[in-house]
């Protein structure tokens, strides 16, 4: 069975993005380059757990994160199982492989006041560009939406009459999310700098560059990345860590994590529990100074 066969099922049937499915190809064709490499030969429906097993080792001797090797892993299982499903194969080999250890991966939200100093201070809006980078910062942390659903948000997408807008998530799922009223007063701005460019190719798009096409995922990140590695200390700058300071603090606030989970797009509670780690600190506080028995 080709892996032209396994990508359209991915794409047609699972409904996964493009780019997740090339990241699974990668990954597959990875393992067949080994097997070629060291065992002469390219058939995966013939190769077992030794080979695996082997495969494994020669990742983590390159010192590949065991994060990044359970990735592949799962990759190739997911083949497997395919192969399973349209009988090429009897067993899968990795039906007994347990998964490499990995460290609770920690990252920490920017706090209130960074957002605020980016929000309130950072941003001059004076022109289109400004413009648009603020209320790509601000629909982030309104609306904890992923960067892929925010470059592809169209024009129709907007629903200003019931304050909301239409996201399309992972698989294609949609989704509603509410717009607050400050957000809904920012997009208005950014619509009528928008109006003025002199060429827009992607008429349909929300977003865009200053020479009128499509925004890209890049300069989504490279945006964030600006703004917030000058008015933070954190590591890691980037529209990912927006999504964690919305779930962080609407948890922090005392919102409902089923509530949090729908807005974020998550498919299941443990998803989303992540984020609570953040929003213990608050909980300690309140806990320390609400109960009866530890006061003083």
């Known amino acids: 069975m080709s892996l032209k066969s396994f990508s359209e099922y991915l794409l047609l049937e699972k409904k996964y993005s493009k780019h997740?499915?090339?990241a699974y190809s990668r990954d597959i064709e990875n393992f067949q380059d080994f097997?070629?490499?060291?065992?002469?030969s390219?058939?995966?429906?013939?190769?077992?757990?030794?080979?695996i097993r082997q495969w494994i080792v020669?990742?983590?001797?390159?010192?590949?994160s065991n994060r990044t090797i359970n990735r592949?892993?799962?990759?190739?299982?997911?083949?497997?199982?395919?192969?399973l499903k349209t009988e090429d194969i009897n067993i899968n080999p990795l039906k007994q492989h347990k998964a490499l250890k990995v460290g609770k991966k920690v990252q920490l939200p920017f706090s209130e006041q960074e957002l605020k100093l980016v929000l309130e201070n950072a941003i001059e809006v004076n022109d289109f560009e400004s413009a648009r980078d603020h209320l790509i910062i601000e629909l982030f942390y309104a609306t904890g939406i992923r960067r892929i659903e925010l470059?592809?948000?169209?024009?129709?997408?907007?629903?200003?009459?019931?304050n909301q807008i239409k996201v399309l998530g992972k698989r294609n799922k949609e989704r509603y999310i509410p717009l607050i009223n400050?957000?809904?007063?920012?997009?208005?701005?950014?619509?009528?700098?928008?109006?003025?460019?002199p060429i827009v190719e992607d008429k349909e798009?929300?977003?865009?560059t200053k020479k009128g096409l499509k925004i890209y995922e890049k300069l989504v990140y490279r945006i964030i990345n600006k703004y917030f590695s000058e008015a933070s200390s954190k590591a890691k700058c980037s529209p990912h860590v927006l999504r964690h300071s919305f779930a962080t603090h609407l948890l922090n606030q005392g919102a409902d994590l089923n509530a949090v989970k729908e807005l974020l797009g998550h498919t299941s509670l443990a998803a989303t529990q992540v984020y609570t780690h953040s929003s213990m600190a608050e909980l300690k506080k309140v806990y320390a100074k609400a109960h009866p028995r530890n006061q003083r």
Do not use: C, P
Request: aromatic share 10%.
């Open 20 to 22: 997740t499915v090339l």
């Open 35 to 40: 097997l070629k490499q060291h065992h002469n």
């Open 42 to 51: 390219t058939d995966l429906t013939l190769a077992g757990y030794s080979e």
């Open 58 to 64: 020669s990742l983590v001797d390159r010192d590949i």
């Open 72 to 83: 592949k892993v799962s990759s190739l299982n997911t083949y497997y199982k395919f192969l």
């Open 151 to 162: 470059v592809n948000i169209k024009l129709k997408d907007i629903d200003k009459g019931n």
């Open 182 to 197: 400050r957000l809904v007063k920012s997009i208005d701005r950014y619509l009528r700098y928008r109006a003025d460019l």
């Open 205 to 208: 798009m929300l977003f865009l």
